[in-house]
């Protein structure tokens, strides 16, 4: 599935795979971040790149259909905030937040697959009709549990202050601000 992502046709499993080699390469920067630290050049490109990836990303997941493919690019936009936070020195920061953005992330997926599941008996067990946002409307008062769960998540995402992501989003922001204006404006 891998090879046909970088092989110029796209697979539906290609932003799946994509996200985890970011992920991947999050715990990478954090173990060369001594090394990082003495190439202040290279750290700024990277986290250009990451702001880059982190607008790339929530661009494309508001134009998504798909409730799983939607949800992986809101991942790669977090990534890109992540990435970002690492390569402006503020490496726990970005551990923070990409721990924080994990039981995140696994809460939206059992919630879209708990409703996948739902929808498959009504419009069909196509995943285009199954998975498109399309026809969820209305689900809550039929699914309250997992609304209930979704609009904790989405509270959660949204950095409310008692929750986790405010801490983490809080601190990348205030670091982005301190270490170039232009960046903390994007960020």
């Known amino acids: 599935m891998v090879t046909q992502c970088f092989g110029g046709t796209y697979s539906y499993f290609c932003p799946y795979h ?70 402006i020195g503020s490496y726990k920061a970005g551990l923070f937040h990409l721990i924080t953005h994990a039981y995140s992330k696994a809460l939206l997926f059992l919630g879209s697959k708990s409703i996948i599941h739902s929808m498959e008996p009504i419009v069909g067990y196509s995943p285009g009709k199954s998975q498109n ?19 904790i998540d989405t509270l959660y995402i949204c950095g409310i202050s008692p929750l986790a992501y405010f801490w983490s989003e809080d601190e990348i922001l205030a670091n982005s601000w301190l270490y170039f204006l232009v960046i903390g404006w994007i960020a």
């Open 133 to 151: 946002m399309a026809f969820m409307g209305g689900l809550r008062k039929h699914m309250p549990i997992t609304g209930t769960t979704f609009l």
């Open 18 to 87: 994509a996200t985890t080699m970011v992920a991947t390469s999050i715990f990478l920067v954090v173990s060369l971040f001594l090394l990082f630290h003495f190439l202040p050049l290279i750290m700024g490109v990277i986290s250009w790149i990451g702001v880059a990836m982190a607008l790339l990303g929530a661009t494309i997941a508001l134009a998504q259909r798909d409730i799983k493919k939607g949800l992986v690019y809101s991942i790669m936009f977090q990534l890109g905030y992540m990435m970002l936070a690492l390569n």
